[in-house]
């Protein structure tokens, strides 16, 4: 049964929705003191284009208003301090804008915090300001009405990294005992399937039967917005198991400096590496684009990984690394951006954190060399560059060829053959889009490297011993010309003509008489 059938409007207003993923640019073009305070002009920018961008005014206090909400993230954030008196001292204000400058730079570039609600209303509260929450609990509430046997326990607050997602456990009514989870978000921008088409792959959705997939206990889709219920794990994901963490907490406190970080034993990568890809290949077998792997979306229950959010591709939303995965060119389909969200997490299962950036061509000497060589397939230069191995030719690596698995069940999902049309059609364009992306981002990069190297201080040096050179090789072809003209001038007027004066003025070309 759908929900809210009656609404026609995005929840975020008549706009196309956001992509929540990309980046913001924040730069500090100017201050303006007042009586009282100072003003921070902040030119915002999503994305590459310039023509993208917006301008907030921030004063300080906002600043650190913002700061303290992050502090629950436990980072050293590098938010210049307070100062009570002389804080309005023109040099102060220079030096506190650098400060400042540095402060956004930081939780811009940070992948979780430049993603959280928090920062995301402070550089742009136009497209951030509708309250989530609220709405959610209001479609809850309706669905519910429509569907009596479900009953809220209580909400689950920020335990995702989506904006525009919020989670509830929840219980049947007629089994009580069974805590699950229901989780409702906006569609995303990416969503390329006919309003029928997704209300039918989401109604397919608990039909689902593999022992590496989490079981949906019930799926729906209104125009503009999702309500998925699955079974809830108090064990949490495997990111909460490599964190150390209790599954409840907030995002942010849990994933952005946990404190007790451990990778896993070598046998604990193979069969839940082996797991993973064996789902994956599931997926990829039925041609059900995925796309949104990352080690929070892996469930843990008694040794077995699960996969989380298969709904996620048919909703449009952007995947966790899509930051990431628009740099490289080679990453151009759903089945590699499993990959290489897959590389990932096997770096993350190793070293018990993520990867602080990529390409990632240097490893510690700590773990087993087969897996580093499965790391170096997919997350080096040369493979994010090349191209990287399928999931089948992954599968028969030595990391994970002998690990014997025990299914409980066999897998099952049948697609009709018009739904696995719509869905090849809606990969396509989600594929053209990707692709589109990546060349706008690599034609900004190869701008943004021209100008670099045009405004250089070692390159302008070049050009000016350059231009001394040629506007001495010009001086010299000017006198050899006018050294030939006179030459002929000399011969045709005879012996007897004076010379010229050395302190005199050369003759114009074409002139009729030479001046004394």
């Not at 305070?37 to 920018?45: F, G, P």
């Not at 077995?304 to 995947?319: A, F, V, Y």
């Not at 405004?455 to 000016?464: C, D, F, I, Q, V």
Request: hydrophobic residues 30%; glycine residues 4%; charged residues 25%.
């Amino acid at each position: 049964m759908a929900f809210m059938e009656q609404q026609t409007q995005p929840l975020s207003g008549k706009k196309p929705p956001l992509d929540d993923t990309v980046p913001l640019i924040a730069v500090i073009e100017a201050s303006q003191s007042l009586q009282s305070h100072t003003e921070y002009i902040i030119r915002v920018q999503r994305g590459v284009s310039t023509d993208n961008s917006w301008t907030v005014i921030r004063r300080y206090s906002d600043f650190d208003m913002l700061n303290n909400s992050l502090l629950i993230s436990g980072l050293n954030l590098p938010l210049p301090p307070k100062k009570l008196l002389g804080n309005m001292d023109r040099e102060f204000i220079a030096e506190r804008q650098k400060g400042l400058q540095a402060y956004l730079n930081y939780i811009t570039r940070h992948h979780i915090l430049s993603s959280c609600e928090l920062v995301k209303k402070f550089l742009d509260p136009n497209n951030y300001s509708v309250n989530y929450t609220e709405i959610a609990l209001q479609q809850v509430s309706m669905f519910f009405r429509s569907d009596p046997k479900w009953e809220v326990i209580e909400p689950l607050k920020d335990i995702g990294w989506r904006l525009k997602k919020r989670y509830f456990l929840v219980k049947d009514k007629d089994q009580p005992k069974d805590k699950q989870v229901l989780s409702w978000v906006d569609l995303g921008p990416y969503k390329f399937l006919s309003d029928k088409d997704l209300q039918s792959a989401m109604k397919l959705l608990p039909t689902l039967s593999h022992s590496n997939i989490s079981p949906i206990s019930f799926a729906t889709t209104s125009e503009s917005s999702a309500l998925v219920i699955r079974v809830f794990s108090e064990k949490g994901t495997l990111r909460d198991h490599i964190c150390k963490v209790k599954p409840r907490e907030p995002f942010l406190k849990k994933y952005c400096n946990p404190k007790k970080i451990q990778g896993l034993e070598q046998q604990q990568i193979r069969t839940y590496g082996r797991q993973i890809l064996e789902a994956l290949k599931f997926l990829h077998d039925k041609g059900f684009p995925y796309g949104h792997l990352h080690a929070s979306n892996v469930l843990i229950e008694e040794s077995t990984c699960k996969l989380l959010d298969l709904e996620n591709s048919l909703l449009g939303l952007p995947s966790y690394y899509r930051p990431y995965v628009t740099q490289f060119r080679k990453i151009n389909t759903t089945e590699s951006i499993d990959v290489y969200s897959f590389g990932h997490l096997l770096y993350e299962m190793t070293y018990g954190r993520p990867p602080d950036a990529v390409p990632v061509d240097q490893y510690p000497t700590e773990p087993f060399s087969s897996v580093v060589s499965v790391l170096q397939s997919i997350l080096s230069t040369e493979a994010c560059k090349t191209g990287m191995p399928t999931v089948s030719q992954l599968l028969q690596t030595p990391l994970f060829s002998d690990v014997v698995l025990f299914n409980s069940e066999k897998p099952q999902f049948k697609i009709s053959s018009k739904l696995k049309e719509a869905l090849k059609s809606s990969k396509e364009c989600l594929e053209k889009r990707l692709v589109e992306e990546q060349r706008t981002i690599h034609q900004h990069k190869r701008l943004t490297r021209a100008q670099s190297h045009h405004g250089s201080e070692e390159e302008k040096r070049k050009r000016k011993i350059l231009a001394r050179k040629k506007s001495r090789q010009s001086t010299y072809e000017n006198d050899e010309e006018l050294s030939v003209k006179y030459n002929n001038n000399s011969a045709g007027s005879g012996a007897s003509s004076p010379p010229t004066c050395p302190s005199s003025p050369t003759p114009l070309p074409g002139s009729e008489h030479a001046p004394f």
